[in-house]
Every structure is written in structure tokens, then in C-alpha cells.
């Protein structure tokens, strides 16, 4: 072996190729490999999200063109569903209902995260066992915390009221189409501000303690540290919860069957709520023509706050 051969560590003149460096594998095999392994992973996801999700989307939209109620046969009509749909005055009660119900959920239940979220990221002692005990309500199924509330607002809180001499407590909040909805945003926030609180926390955690300190010695106070420092710093998690808890809240669904059933009458009915009921009672096409109206308005609300967000977070 020569010393040129030795310092470059080529193998020497006349050697076989086996003996040498192993050749190396084509990049382009390489990358089609992967492609292939990717494919194949990610097949089972878009076959699952094809079959219970993209058609029967479209069998749903199709449907609402014509007179199906769900069995027997069926015509086309166009579009006969669209145009009773917003001619129906019926309709668009669960639709106010659902949009009001939203909002104050999505005010009440950010406002008391955000208070929770800020005395949870405090020296405080026991800090770790008071966590435990907030986020409790998210091991819990929605349906049995409603169940339960239903029946304290029913018997325990009228007869509580009724022996402190409180008479409008008296009587059950639930009974009454003016309030309701008040029991329903107090148990929906109930379940809900666990997970809020979450995202919150993570957002303080993320904040540098040195802009507390220096604002301290600059001599701000606690309501202008959190005005100038923590809400600037929690906009984007601000931002996140009200996108998903708006959306979240449209569809709620589970909570309003096991406390009202929609009643009284039809104050507190949603649109999930006739959507399924009018699925079940042989309205099939009807329904599917409301469920897409439904659809494309939560899309549109979706857009928007996406939209705006993106610009508040680019100012």
C-alpha cells in the first residue's frame, strides 16, 4: 500500500470492487422508498376518512335534493328543501338559540379559565393538588355531569331556596323558557374550563419570568403587568380557545338532551338537536338540506375568525 493510497484510504490499483467501500445506494431509491413507506402509512387515515366521513357527506347532499325521509322511495324535488327551509319559521329558533348559546359560553367560559389559569400559575401552596381537583370534570363523561345537575337544579337548589325564603329560586330554572338556558352555559362552562385552563397554563408557563420582574422594579402594578404583559403574551392561546370552543359549542348536542330535551317548548333547542330529531322522525332530506346550511355556516364563521385571528397575530 503506498502512502497516498494510506492517507486517502482509496483501496489500492487492481483491487476488487467487493473489497472496497461499500456502494453506495442511489438517492432516488432512497426517496421512492419513502414515498412508498409514507403512502402506506397514511393510507389506512384517508381510507377511514374517505368512507366515514367524505361519502357519506356527499350521500347526505345528494339526499337533500330530493324527498327521501329516510326509507321507501324517493324523488327529486331540486331545490324544494332549501326553499321551505328558509321559509320556515320554526327553523330558525334552534339556529338563534345555538349562535346566543356560543357566545356567552365562549365569554364565560374563556373569562373564568383565564382568572383560573392565573391563580393556578401563582406561588401558591398546595398548587399541585388544587390542579387535580380543577381538571377533574375533563375524566368525566358530559352526559353524567348533566344528568347530575339536572338533578340538583330540579330538587336540591328550589328546596335549599325555598327554606332561605328565596321564592324566585323556588321553582326550578329548568321549567321556565326565560331561564333555562342558564343551567345549560353553567354546567357546559363546568366541563369546559378544565381544557380551557389547560391551554391557558401552557401559555403562562411559556411567559419569561423576567418580564414580571422588570415591570415590578419599573413599578407597574398587577393590573397593568397583566394589561401590558400577559394578555399581549396569551393572544394567540386566546385566539385558539375561542376558535375551538365557538365551533365547539355549535354542536352541543348531548348536554341540552339529558337537561331539557329542547324544552320548554323549543327555547332551548339546538340545531344538532332538530337536525337529529328531524333524521329520526322521517324528515331524512329535509334535515340533510338543513345540516349542510348548518355546515357551510359554520365554515364561513370558521374562515372568518381564522382570518381575523391571523391578522391580530401579525400586528
Known amino acids: 500500500m503506498t502512502q497516498a493510497t494510506a492517507l486517502t484510504g482509496a483501496p489500492p490499483a487492481g483491487t476488487p470492487a467487493s473489497a472496497g467501500a461499500a456502494r453506495p445506494v442511489p438517492t432516488r431509491r432512497v426517496g421512492a422508498q419513502r414515498d412508498w413507506a409514507f403512502r402506506l402509512m397514511v ?15 356527499l350521500i347526505g347532499v345528494f339526499f337533500s335534493f330530493t324527498s327521501y325521509a329516510g326509507f321507501g322511495e324517493w324523488e327529486f324535488v331540486g331545490l324544494g328543501n332549501y326553499v321551505a327551509l ?3 319559521p320554526n327553523i330558525w329558533a334552534p339556529y338563534g338559540f345555538t349562535f346566543f ?5 365562549v365569554v364565560v367560559v374563556n373569562v373564568l379559565a383565564m382568572a383560573i389559569a392565573l391563580g393556578l400559575n401563582a406561588n401558591i401552596k398546595w398548587r399541585t393538588p388544587i390542579r387535580t381537583v380543577f381538571f377533574i370534570p375533563m375524566v368525566l363523561s358530559a352526559l353524567v355531569v348533566a344528568y347530575v345537575f339536572t338533578f340538583l337544579f330540579n330538587s336540591t337548589l328550589p328546596m335549599i331556596a325555598d327554606s332561605l325564603g328565596l321564592v324566585p329560586l323556588a321553582t ?3 321549567a321556565d323558557a326565560s331561564t333555562a338556558w342558564i343551567p345549560i352555559v353553567f354546567v357546559t362552562a363546568w366541563t369546559s374550563i378544565p381544557g380551557t385552563t389547560l391551554i391557558y397554563l401552557a401559555g403562562l408557563q411559556a411567559v419569561p419570568r423576567e418580564l414580571y420582574e422588570a415591570a415590578s422594579v419599573d413599578g407597574a402594578s398587577a393590573w397593568r403587568q397583566f394589561r401590558s404583559i400577559t394578555m ?6 386566546l385566539v385558539i380557545n375561542i376558535i375551538l370552543g365557538f365551533r365547539g359549542y355549535l354542536g ?12 320548554p317548548g323549543i327555547s332551548t333547542m339546538t340545531v344538532s338537536m332538530r337536525i337529529m330529531g328531524g333524521l329520526n322522525g322521517g324528515d331524512f ?18 374562515l372568518v375568525q381564522l382570518r381575523v385571528s391571523r391578522k391580530g397575530m401579525s400586528l
Not at 393510507?43 to 368512507?51: I, R, S
Not at 399581549?232 to 392561546?237: D, S
Open 101 to 105: 348559546l356560543a357566545i356567552v359560553c
Open 43 to 57: 393510507f389506512p387515515a384517508v381510507f377511514l376518512f374517505t368512507v366515514f366521513l367524505i361519502v357519506p357527506t
Open 172 to 174: 326550578t330554572m329548568l
Open 285 to 302: 332530506a329535509y334535515q340533510a338540506a338543513n345540516s349542510l346550511v348548518f355546515f357551510v355556516i359554520t365554515l364561513i364563521i370558521s
Open 86 to 88: 328558509f321559509t320556515d
Open 232 to 237: 399581549p403574551m396569551l393572544a394567540v392561546y
Open 252 to 263: 352541543a348536542y348531548d348536554i341540552i338532551v339529558a337537561m331539557t330535551g329542547g324544552g
